[in-house]
């Protein structure tokens, strides 16, 4: 079984598939060869003294070099035939078989080199413990990986063989605690006889965008294209047949692996460079796999542009996963060595508040591996992490792992999924939905349409995310009801931390954020040329499956304009700040800095409990306190006066504990 691809490097799917190939892997055992025939061509170097074996054998390594794979198995065949104790044309012939595919064959090889000569080659006795690994004859593969490391020194591939053994004992457990796994097609609408593989899907499980690779002998010269295609949800459910995105395709270029942002308004995904650098036109990116962004408003994206650097480097970067904060990518970063070994790691990123990004930094031990990590997901609760990995223990290849972020920053422990979703064949590409009960994956397994196709299973409880919930809103102008693009935020109260962020539609106001349930937030909505919106909401019973549908009306600034700021706190009966009002008493330096012709008042008011005169002193000195924050800050004192209004001129009744919260609240007046 498979689950989903394994982009690398600049190779899209078909360049990936081809190395897989028979032939290609092949040519992989041409630098084997020249490894081998040095230490086995010196005069009495041989383990045989066979001339005619000798011949052969030197026939089947030019054969190799000549790549002529056929003559060199044939002449392998023909030396090994001829003398029982000659080692090297079996050590060719073990190679040759796990190369193409032929594990059986492969391991009976290997067994064979290993009752010859069990010493002569170190190497051969880790291959078939490999092979009996993947073939789950987990008790020969932990021997065979005990007498590897009984005499081998080299440490990359002692590490390989410790990494065999824990997989060995991982492996013999799991198999016999299966975990459900019911994968179910999501039919002709999304998938084709072509592959389809690396899903995105909105906060809402609305839209699916995914990348597909068609038939193009017209534009590419190896004949094929990747691009991106869009599905929606129709009202009962099902997934509308899918079209090309518009804009973000194009005929030059194979665009793929991307990652939506929670309410489907940004993608951010990966194009690979053409051979001179170039990414079309003149625009020239910083490596040979770039990530680029493009915006929708209302229907129509717009013109993808190069992250840049630091994001990008002269390495390649691909696969990003977007975090419903709306700021923070987690994304691999690849490179190869000289020694052509290549390194893939979990990095991440987060943009400033000045719009440029930070420093990428590449996720601890418990993620990273010295073995190869693929297909991050960090889902919208912002505490769990999805990727695949053939670095830590599993079942051979890339496993799917999950891990949990702890109290202090830093992940977890990798925790595989279990079998059988993963298995020893390569298992990735896989992205669980914000409810966190469904997860989609690619798959060529028998049953499909054609090639990989996508396919959706409900997630077991003990793998999924923490819960999630959704706000669905819309920013629009107080007096004439037209929609504005707003920046709209939303902040932990607990933490004071940004928990999600997005930018209202233009064209409808629309916005839809992902925040993890059971916490309180503060929203903040702000745009140019009006005050900002303040609401603070309580999502502790949000069970993710309807949204929370928010009105933002935003005040022009005209005078007498005003907005209360519900998101300014103080100790019960006292004027002392408390430090959960400083994201929005920023805000509102912000707004002032940005104006500087704009004259505030600062009104405090009460609910109607205590003493008239009391509420009246409180609420004056709770003015002050915010103009004196402000003040604090920069501001010119005379663009702010402050004022304390008591219980004078309640909001709502205070009849009711919720009233008498929306009486107590600071307000701004435009002078």
Request: charged share 25%; proline share 6%; hydrophobic share 35%.
């Amino acid at each position: 079984m498979s689950f989903g691809v394994n982009v690398v490097g600049s190779c899209p799917l078909f360049v990936v598939r081809a190395i897989r190939s028979f032939s290609a892997r092949l040519a992989l055992l041409a630098t084997c060869a020249c490894v081998l025939q040095p230490a086995f061509s010196q005069p009495g170097g041989y383990s045989t003294t066979d001339k005619g074996a000798i011949k052969r054998y030197e026939s089947g390594t030019e054969c190799m070099r000549m790549r002529k794979w056929e003559c060199a198995e044939s002449e392998f065949t023909k030396a090994a035939d001829a003398d029982p104790r000659f080692v090297e044309p079996r050590i060719m012939l073990a190679e040759i078989a796990e190369q193409q595919g032929k594990d059986d064959v492969a391991m009976a090889r290997y067994r064979e080199v290993m009752a010859v000569a069990p010493t002569f080659f170190p190497v051969g006795q880790l291959h078939l413990a490999d092979l009996e690994f993947k073939a789950g004859q987990y008790a020969e593969a932990e021997k065979n990986y005990k007498g590897y490391l009984a005499q081998e020194e080299d440490p990359l591939r002692k590490a390989r063989a410790r990494l065999g053994l824990e997989n060995c004992a991982f492996a013999a457990r799991a198999i016999k605690q299966p975990v459900p796994f019911e994968p179910k097609n999501l039919g002709p609408n999304i998938n084709t006889a072509d592959p389809e593989y690396f899903p995105c899907i909105t906060a809402d499980d609305g839209t699916l965008i995914y990348t597909r690779r068609v038939k193009a002998p017209e534009i590419q010269p190896w004949g094929m294209q990747e691009d991106f295609y869009v599905s929606r949800r129709d009202l009962e459910g099902n997934w509308k047949p899918s079209i090309p995105l518009p804009v973000v395709n194009t005929r030059a270029f194979n665009e793929g692996a991307g990652t939506l942002s929670p309410d489907g308004r940004f993608l951010i995904f990966t194009k690979c460079a053409l051979e001179d650098g170039s990414y079309g036109g003149a625009l020239t990116g910083e490596g040979s796999c770039d990530l680029f962004i493009s915006r929708r408003v209302g229907d129509r994206w717009g013109v993808p542009h190069n992250l840049g650097t630091p994001v990008n480097s002269s390495h390649w970067e691909t696969q990003p996963s977007m975090a419903s904060d709306g700021r923070t990518i987690y994304y691999i970063r690849g490179s190869v060595a000289r020694d052509g070994i290549k390194s893939m790691d979990i990095w991440t990123t987060t943009m400033q508040d000045d719009g440029s990004w930070s420093r990428p930094t590449k996720l601890g031990d418990n993620i990273n591996t010295p073995q190869q990590e693929e297909s991050v997901q960090i889902h919208p609760d912002g505490h769990t992490l999805y990727f695949s990995s053939n670095g830590h223990p599993g079942f051979g290849g890339l496993d799917i792992f999950m891990s949990r972020k702890q109290s202090d920053g830093s992940w977890g422990p990798a925790l595989n999924l279990g079998y059988p979703i993963n298995t020893g064949a390569d298992e990735n590409s896989i992205l669980v939905n914000a409810q966190g009960d469904v997860a989609y994956f690619a798959s060529d397994r028998p049953g499909g349409m054609g090639d990989l196709d996508l396919y959706g299973f409900e997630l077991y409880p003990e793998a999924r995310p923490l819960p999630v919930t959704y706000i669905r809103g819309r920013v629009h102008d107080k007096l004439t009801d037209a929609p504005v693009e707003a920046d709209v935020q939303l902040f932990d109260l607990a933490t004071s931390e940004l928990a999600t962020g997005a930018y209202s539609d233009p064209k409808t106001g629309e916005f839809l954020v992902c925040l993890p349930s059971g916490r309180s937030y503060a929203l903040n909505a702000s745009a140019e040329g009006y005050l900002f919106f303040s609401q603070n909401y309580d999502v502790a019973s949000g069970t993710g499956k309807e949204p929370i549908t928010l009105d933002v009306p935003l005040s022009a600034l005209t005078a007498g304009s005003t907005i209360a700021l519900r998101n300014i706190f103080f100790n019960t009966a006292s004027y002392d700040l408390l430090p959960a009002s400083n994201t929005e008493l920023d805000k509102l330096v912000t707004l002032l800095k940005t104006n500087p012709t704009l004259r505030i008042e600062l009104g405090g008011h009460t609910d109607n409990v205590g003493a008239d005169a009391a509420n009246l002193t409180l609420s004056d000195q709770r003015a002050q306190a915010v103009r004196n924050y402000v003040i604090g800050k920069g501001i010119d004192g005379d663009r702010i006066t402050a004022k304390g209004y008591g219980e004078t001129m309640p909001v709502a009744t205070n009849d009711t504990e919720e009233g008498r919260a929306q009486n107590r609240r600071t307000e701004v007046k435009v002078l």
